[in-house]
């Protein structure tokens, strides 16, 4: 099989719930010499969006959102050993959860694996997480980064008060923001110091923060990559 059509079967196992098929075609894409990142967001990943999608428009429902998510794991538990690793310097230390309100962490779970590949170390706190215990845990760990991540609109105005309760207490960790309904406009009006479209993005942009770019910079940076990506992905703007 060519890679293109690796990528596009390995979506569609996922949307069609299909374990087994999600494992042959992950080792296929490992044999092919798929980058592995690529199988994650423009495979798996890409898969997952089409869920929701599904779900959204009530053609798929609770039942088949977790067997699609069984068989995109499956697919990640073959491809996340392949994920290149960083050296061996001071790992930074990063505090990953969905906010309160929200138990969708399919988003959370990819931008997870991205961050622990590049060697951070990473408390991941689930999802529905109060307030208070991100605060909590950033400040005990001293942490790095906080990475906010919601699907929903209702929970979205809860990564603001995440935000401000971090800097009440004097916590000095820098917060990232992602998920369905965030946008970069959003995250600036909330205080956030990044911003994330995807997993890979977070990663890059997690990089970016802790070396000490600003917010104006990181958020025009990204707005640059969004603008490549919508040429790549649609053959330009128009």
């Known amino acids: 099989m060519e890679k293109s059509d690796i990528l596009e079967h390995l979506a569609q196992s996922v949307v069609d719930m299909d374990v087994a098929r ?9 044999k092919q010499n798929i980058d592995p990142y690529e199988a994650l967001i423009n495979g798996l990943a890409r898969g997952m969006e089409r869920v929701n999608d599904l779900f959204e428009s009530e053609e798929y429902f609770v039942p088949e959102i977790l067997l699609c998510a069984d068989a995109m794991y499956a697919g990640i538990e073959i491809i996340r050993p392949h994920l290149p690793q960083e050296g061996s310097r001071k790992k930074e230390k990063i505090v990953i959860g969905v906010v309160k309100g929200d138990t969708h962490d399919i988003g959370k779970n990819l931008v997870k694996i991205m961050l622990d590949s590049a060697g951070y170390e990473i408390h991941d706190l689930g999802r529905n997480v109060p ?3 991100f605060v909590d845990t950033a400040g005990a760990l001293n942490a790095d980064l906080v990475c906010l991540s919601t699907l929903m609109t209702t929970t979205m105005d809860g ?7 971090i800097k009440k207490a004097g916590i000095t960790s ?3 923001v992602g998920g369905g309904p965030i946008s970069l406009g959003f995250a600036k009006n909330i205080g956030a ?8 993005e977070a990663v890059r942009v997690a990089k970016e923060m802790l070396h000490g770019i600003p917010l104006n910079a990181l958020l025009l940076k990204t707005k640059e990559r969004e603008l490549v990506y919508l040429k790549n992905e649609h053959g330009g703007l128009r």
Request: avoid cysteine; hydrophobic fraction near 50%; charge should be neutral.
């Open 22 to 30: 999600a494992r042959y075609l992950a080792i296929e894409s490992i």
């Open 131 to 133: 307030y208070a215990k």
């Open 159 to 165: 990564m603001q008060v995440v935000i401000e309760d």
């Open 174 to 176: 820098k917060v990232m």
């Open 193 to 200: 110091d990044g911003y994330a479209r995807n997993a890979a």
